[in-house]
């Protein structure tokens, strides 16, 4: 509760966007009804923001939820409004798992306001890093382990090249990251969340066939600085297969 009255308070200031500025807010997020697929938008400072299209498991932009806040990390792009909103490109949310019922606003749909149709197919910019077929970093959402299928997919990759190589061991480093709010508020994830991300790449790995004395886990629990901007790649495992 506290993390959104700071926000609201931030709100009633009002500041016009500035293109290619990095913004990271915390928000109930809201639903806009159109003629096509709904689209999520975030109100900051007295801006509506665009977000992303309700859709599939296989899209870059996973959705939020109604009846939780959000952590939205992302950066104003210069171009007509989508939906009715300014876009943010990139842009990571991260639905907080508390309850709040006040995050409950849907948009009617009205004539002139459309989802953009579905951007073409690229790669999960926002969940996974390839370095190579032996060298690959996971991205999460703030202070959660949750895996999307761009995740798991990158998971089983990792498993194949350590076993089509006969190499020795997977290296899985779990780290901790934070969030610089625009307001100047800092988020830092939960300690525990380390050992949760690491444990969960290490169920997965065995679970594919992976030995378990092949696995090498590491917790990493000092927190990267946070600068607002690139704060959303600090939450991270990175998974190395070693000869």
């Not at 665009?50 to 939820?65: H, K, T």
């Not at 909103?85 to 006040?102: H, Q, W, Y």
Request: a neutral charge; glycine letters at 8%.
């Amino acid at each position: 509760m506290k993390r959104w009255i700071q926000v609201f308070v931030a709100a009633l200031v009002g500041v016009a966007p500035v293109y290619a500025q990095s913004l990271s807010f915390v928000t109930c997020p809201i639903v806009r009804d159109t003629k096509t697929v709904p689209c999520w938008l975030a109100e900051y400072n007295g801006e509506i923001y665009y977000l992303g299209n309700q859709g599939g498991v296989a899209q870059d932009f996973y959705p939020p939820q109604l009846n939780h806040e959000v952590l939205v990390e992302g950066t104003i792009v210069e171009g007509p409004r989508v939906c009715g909103g300014v876009p943010l490109r990139p842009v990571k949310t991260s639905v907080f798992l508390e309850i709040n019922r006040a995050c409950n606003t849907i948009l009617p749909v009205e004539d002139g306001i459309d989802a953009p149709e579905r951007a073409p197919a690229r790669g999960p910019l926002s969940w996974v890093r390839f370095d190579g077929p032996s060298d690959t970093t996971l991205y999460f959402d703030f202070d959660n382990d949750f895996l999307s299928l761009h995740t798991t997919t990158a998971i089983q990759r990792i498993a194949e090249q350590f076993q089509q190589t006969k190499a020795s061991a997977i290296e899985v480093r779990a780290f901790r990251g934070s969030s610089k709010l625009s307001n100047g508020t800092v988020l830092v994830e939960q300690p525990g969340i380390v050992e949760s991300r690491g444990n969960k790449i290490r169920e997965i790995l065995e679970g594919l066939g992976v030995p378990k004395g092949s696995l090498r886990v590491i917790l990493v629990p000092d927190v990267q600085q946070p600068n607002g901007i690139d704060d959303p790649w600090s939450r991270k495992v990175t998974l190395s297969v070693k000869k």
